[in-house]
């Protein structure tokens, strides 16, 4: 193969594989006696489950991180979620440039894979502008929530280091907590969910969008425009926002909402709708709201943030363009358009193709959990819920988590990688190499509808 990979270990596998291995390593590593708390057990099975959740920055837990984790599995978690976070390759591609090594080809092209890129040309600007971006991001947030939190904890360095854990869970869409009440005891406040929710859009907007918006306020950079992709991502992104936080308060109003004064209406619709997109934080317990909401809030993890972010899902863009497929149909229109620009054949593909095997995978997934948990009297909507937070990787959980036997916690396991390595990364893995056929069959059309 090209770059002199060989043609099994294709560069898709190659970040799968990454994954994998980081995903086994920080298992060992939450695994050993100094990792937790002095009297606290944790089998391997949690560990990796944990490790597992951390490098996919997906947040559902089989234990609680504060009760159980010392300061050294902490700093391992936080590792983890770092990793994650900002990518295998971008991490990876950093230690390799502090070494004074030149980034060959090879290595350039396994950034595009880990980044949703289509293009390998300009990976290693795109690689630290990333990992700028997002230490600067997340370094602003840990010194606002830090000082912000010393009205509410006895000693400074309690306050900033819950700052910055929060700060990098909340940014790199993670959920992790280190309270071990998520952001319940800050339900009330209005700043700090304020701050949360600016941070789970930064990580989750997406990386390409981040950096346009700094090529954007560059003032030597006049002439800038911004691409297709940012168009659509980031627009989709808000209406999908929209739709949900209106959506929860319209579905809640006469519920859980019932008595509660106008603007905690308005922060619980808000917090909701942007922690479900990819976030995991929880200001409530979610197994309070209405069946409805709770198919809604699954809806939302399934749509999941925007490409080369550190969210899942099926991702902003392939939403946008299966509506704008669907309204260029019934408008009768062959080609399909936004924002001035025509779509692309093979990106309209695509979009279908994620959207029906997510769905087909996550179908899968359900009825294969119901199996194992049948003897566990687990409700369907838990089910349902749980394994929606794991594909999407969003973390929110309706409490079932650790109460799952291995068999399903590894089908949660098994969806988080996926959703954190992206559909199309994993299909291309387990893709076959394309083969040229000599020869064609006769065109035949067939009812469909």
Not at 259 to 271: D, R
Not at 400 to 406: N, S
Request: glycine fraction near 10%.
């Amino acid at each position: 193969m090209k770059f002199g990979m060989n043609k099994l270990l294709t560069p898709f596998r190659i970040i799968v594989l990454s994954y994998i291995i980081a995903m086994a390593v920080f298992s060992i590593l939450l695994y050993l006696p100094v990792s937790s708390l002095p009297g606290e057990a944790v089998s391997y099975q949690e560990a990796l489950f944990t490790a597992v959740s951390a490098v996919s920055v997906t947040g559902l837990t089989v234990v609680n991180v504060s009760e159980t984790y010392s300061g050294a599995g902490v700093f391992f978690l936080a590792l983890a979620i770092q990793l994650g976070g900002i990518g295998v390759m971008t991490l990876g591609t950093f230690v390799w440039m502090v070494l004074g090594q030149k980034i060959p080809l090879s290595r350039r092209m396994l950034i595009m894979v880990d980044q949703n890129q289509i293009s390998f040309a300009g990976m290693v600007k795109l690689m630290r502008g990333i990992l700028f971006v997002a230490i600067g991001i997340e370094v602003v947030g840990a010194l606002i929530l830090g000082t912000y939190y010393m009205n509410f904890f006895d000693t400074a360095q309690e306050a900033y280091y819950q700052g910055a854990f929060g700060a990098l869970s909340a940014f790199t869409n993670a959920g992790f907590d280190v309270t071990g009440q998520s952001l319940v005891p800050f339900a009330d406040d209005y700043f700090v969910q304020l701050v949360n929710i600016l941070l789970i859009f930064a990580g989750a907007i997406g990386f390409p969008v981040l950096l346009e918006i700094r090529e954007y306020f560059n003032p030597e950079n006049k002439q800038f425009r911004f691409s297709l992709f940012t168009k659509i991502s980031v627009s989709t992104y808000f209406i999908v926002f929209v739709i949900g936080a209106a959506g929860l308060w319209l579905m809640e109003i006469g519920a859980y909402y019932e008595g509660m004064p106008w603007h905690q209406q308005l922060f619980f619709s808000m917090f909701n709708s942007a922690t479900a997109r990819s976030g995991g934080l929880s200001t409530m317990d979610v197994s309070d709201l209405t069946l409805a909401s709770l198919l809604f809030l699954s809806g939302l993890m399934i749509i999941g943030a925007s490409p080369s972010s550190v969210g899942g899902g099926i991702r902003t863009t392939t939403l946008a363009v299966m509506f704008l497929t669907i309204r260029s149909f019934i408008l009768g229109r062959s080609d399909v358009k936004a924002f001035g620009r025509e779509i692309h054949q093979e990106d309209r593909q695509k979009a279908f193709i994620v959207l029906s095997v997510f769905m087909v995978g996550l179908f899968f997934a359900v009825i294969l959990i119901a199996v194992f948990e049948q003897a566990n009297d687990i409700a369907l909507m838990a089910i349902v819920f749980d394994a929606s937070s794991a594909f999407g990787t969003v973390g929110l959980s309706m409490g079932i988590t650790d109460e799952l036997t291995f068999a399903s916690q590894s089908i949660l396991m098994t969806l988080m990688l996926i959703g954190r390595v992206g559909l199309v990364a994993f299909l291309f893995s387990i893709r076959a190499q394309d083969k040229k056929t000599p020869y064609k069959h006769p065109t035949e059309r067939i009812i469909i509808g």
